[in-house]
């Protein structure tokens, strides 16, 4: 499969940065294919006959990372369903750097990586509001302080190490959706089309 003729976006930054209302933006405009990670494991884990599904769950209802052999796995099969797409955005992947390099090697590198610059303050404002119709077991208060956490951690040492190859696309998350999708869409101009 030519995985390398692919131009691939991360769209990275904490929970609740804004990474999916953005992504789901530029699919409307510019015709991206989206594929969250969070998205394809949440399917996973309520897919009957899953193998992996309850330690998924366990994972996610932790804030903690699913072990990278299943999110790849998982999105090498995604981008394999839309063999004749050209831009994908790749949403909360990759989470350490670990992650990063076994995508590399095993899929392609990515062309840049869209980093929602977010005051934590903000994302835990969001995500609480969110938590009151998402349904989601991860968007309560002590998963959400363990999210935050696993991302400072492990997560933000990615966007750094891209910083450094010069491939990051910073854009505030303050400002309202409209404001901070137009950001999105002057950051990443040279890619969009
Ligand atoms: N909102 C957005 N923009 C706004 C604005 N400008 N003004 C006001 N409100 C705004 O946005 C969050 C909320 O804010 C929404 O209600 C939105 O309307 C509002 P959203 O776009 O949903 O933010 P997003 O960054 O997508 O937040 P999300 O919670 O999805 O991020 P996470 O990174 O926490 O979640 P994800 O689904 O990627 O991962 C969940 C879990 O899956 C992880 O914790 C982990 O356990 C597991 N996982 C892995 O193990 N490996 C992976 O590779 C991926 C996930
Ligand atoms: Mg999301």
Do not use: W
């Not at 769209?11 to 405009?29: A, D, F, H, Y």
């Not at 294919?33 to 996973?44: K, T």
């Not at 899953?50 to 903690?64: E, N, P």
């Not at 095993?106 to 119709?133: E, H």
């Amino acid at each position: 499969f030519p995985f390398n003729s692919k131009k691939i976006v991360f769209v990275l930054g904490g929970p609740g940065s804004g990474k999916g209302t953005n992504s789901l933006k530029l699919v409307e405009e510019f015709g991206f294919v989206h594929l969250s990670a969070g998205d394809l494991l949440r399917a996973e884990q309520n897919r009957p006959g899953s193998k992996v599904g309850q330690a998924i769950k366990g994972y996610i209802s932790a804030g903690t990372i699913v072990p990278y052999s299943i999110t790849i796995a998982l999105l090498r099969d995604a981008i394999m369903d839309h063999p004749d797409a050209t831009k994908f955005l790749i949403d909360g992947f990759p989470r350490s750097l670990d992650q990063a390099r076994a995508f590399e090697k095993t899929i392609t590198d990515c062309q840049a990586v869209l980093f929602y610059d977010c005051p934590v303050s903000t994302m835990f404002d969001r995500i609480m509001d969110r938590s009151k119709t998402s349904g989601r077991i991860d968007d309560n208060e002590e998963t959400l302080r363990n999210r935050f956490k696993v991302y400072l951690n492990q997560s933000y040492p990615v966007i750094q190490d891209y910083s450094t190859k010069d491939k990051v696309r910073a854009v505030s998350c303050i400002g309202s959706v409209d404001d901070v999708y137009n950001k999105t869409k002057l950051s990443i101009s040279d890619i969009v089309n």
